[in-house]
Nanobody, 125 residues
Framework: QVHLVESGGGSVQSGGSLNLSCEAS????????MGWFRQAPGKEREGVAT???????IYADSVKGRFTISKDNAKNTLYLQMNSLEPEDTAMYYC???????????????????WGQGTQVTVSS
């Protein structure tokens, strides 16, 4: 059973930055798609970014050029560097893992079976 624990959320002003972390309880080096999703109050959960086992990434259009997903295999940790934050980025952010071997990981939450508890990001104008 994989456990994921997010951290790094907080409150920032518009234009600020945050770096979210997601520590996994197992080796995420191979055979795992990793992703970040978010859910704002009253809205459906949406995909933010995914990272395939060999490093290919996919980003939602709303965060392209501002967010970067990466991982440190030695630390079994996934990251989401968020720059130029906007009030529209305010949401609970979730880390997710899928045992899925492919060159690309679709940003489809149904693919992901393991989820963290979430970390809150609040951006004020």
């Amino acid at each position: 059973q994989v456990h994921l624990v997010e951290s790094g959320g907080g409150s920032v002003q518009s234009g600020g930055s945050l770096n979210l972390s997601c520590e996994a309880s197992i080796n995420i080096d191979r055979a795992y798609c990793m992703g970040w999703f978010r859910q704002a109050p009253g809205k459906e959960r949406e995909g933010v970014a995914t990272l395939a086992e060999y490093g290919n990434t996919i980003y939602a259009d709303s965060v392209k050029g501002r967010f970067t997903i990466s991982k440190d295999n030695a630390k079994n940790t996934l990251y989401l560097q968020m720059n130029s934050l906007e009030p529209e980025d305010t949401a609970m952010y979730y880390c997710a893992a899928a045992r899925y071997r492919a060159n690309w990981c679709p940003i489809v939450d149904g693919l992901f079976r393991t989820w963290g508890q979430g970390t809150q990001v609040t951006v004020s104008s």
